[in-house]
């Protein structure tokens, strides 16, 4: 049984940063591709960052040169690091799993297999 579990969010200044984790259970992840998606209250959920087995990643627009994903396999646990925190960042993080061996990083949801409860991420103006 494959299980996501997010944490690190929290409330901080904008300008500041935090490191959300995502630990993955059930199986060994190095193989598959993961993401960061994010939904803000009254938005639809929005990729973030994702990183392949090969350690190839992908950011949007809105997070590329703040935010860093990286992964440690030995922990199966993926990482986001935020940095430069803005008010529009405030969102829900889920993390997520692409179990299809593709070799790149899907941008959307219908793309990932199983996904996280989320974490909150709030960023005070």
């Known amino acids: 049984q494959v299980h996501l579990e997010e944490s690190g969010g929290g409330l901080v200044q904008a300008g500041g940063s935090l490191r959300l984790s995502c630990a993955a259970s059930?199986?060994?992840?190095?193989?598959?591709?993961m993401a960061w998606f994010r939904q803000a209250p009254g938005k639809e959920r929005e990729f973030v960052a994702g990183i392949s087995w090969s350690d190839y990643t992908d950011y949007a627009d809105s997070a590329r040169g703040r935010f860093t994903i990286s992964r440690d396999n030995a922990k199966n646990t993926v990482y986001l690091q935020m940095n430069s925190l803005k008010p529009e960042d405030t969102a829900e993080y889920y993390c997520a799993v692409d179990l299809t061996f593709y070799i790149g990083v899907v941008v959307y949801e219908a793309g990932y297999d199983y996904w996280g409860q989320g974490t909150q991420v709030t960023v005070a103006s």
């Open positions: 059930g199986r060994d992840f190095r193989n598959y591709s």
